[in-house]
């Protein structure tokens, strides 16, 4: 099992400039998330999804968009990017035994 | 509201014992986590405990969690200098989303 996986690592993007973060798990797990963690901060929820085709908004979720069209794959999508975005994206899933997993982590870069 | 707590920095000596602290707000919280990161790394689950537990212990971590006080701690016995990290507690409230609410980190530093 790869478990969770996150691309790209490493982004710089320019102030309104768009991209997708994709995150992908192996484990059949139904929950996924997306977080973001920014300097001496601990991790803040962003959206999250219950389930194939459904997703919610976590604690910080403006400026972003998600989608969940298969099970294994939860998208995060920055519209138009802001230097306030400027943070390192974590993608989790949640097993049965409610142990949360999490991706290497996309450090993302707005100029 | 939800919110965690945890003290910024810890510095113990290597073979010593170390102890994290974590204060928590939501008495509905059902399972509590300990995550460790890693300069420029993901967030790796150590343990975590269900509510009704008072202890759990695994190899060289015991957590220890006071359910009345909202108090949850993670020791590391035998502290070595591969665990220096940022230590993060976690909580996940009793609603249908599992999602966790995190503290700030604290980082632990291990002196030779």
């Known amino acids: 099992n790869a478990g969770v996986t996150q691309t790209p690592k490493f982004r710089v993007l320019k102030t309104g400039q768009s991209m997708t973060l994709l995150c992908a798990q192996d484990m059949n797990h139904e929950y996924m998330y997306w977080y973001r963690q920014d300097p001496g901060m601990g991790l803040r929820l962003i959206h999250y999804s219950v389930g194939e085709g459904t997703t919610a908004k976590g604690e910080v979720p403006d400026g972003y968009n998600v989608s969940r069209l298969k099970k294994q794959n939860f998208l995060l999508g920055l519209e138009s990017a802001a230097p306030s975005q400027t943070s390192v994206y974590f993608c989790a899933s949640i097993s049965d035994k409610r142990e949360q997993f999490f991706g290497p982590g996309t450090r993302l870069t707005v100029l | 509201g939800e919110d965690v707590e945890q003290s910024l920095f810890l510095s113990v000596r290597e073979g010593d014992s170390s102890v994290i602290n974590c204060t928590y707000t939501?008495?509905?919280?059902?399972?509590l986590y300990w995550y460790k990161q890693e300069p420029g790394a993901g967030l790796q689950l150590l343990t975590y405990?269900?509510?009704?537990?008072d202890m759990k212990q695994d190899q060289r971590l015991t957590v220890l969690l006071n359910k009345k006080d909202k108090h949850l701690s993670l020791r590391i016995a035998d502290t070595q200098t591969g665990d220096s990290a940022i230590y993060f507690c976690a909580e996940s409230l009793m609603d249908s989303s599992y999602k966790l609410i995190f503290g700030s980190g604290t980082r632990l530093l291990v002196r030779p």
């Open positions: 939501d008495s509905s919280s059902t399972y």
């Open positions: 405990i269900f509510s009704n537990m």
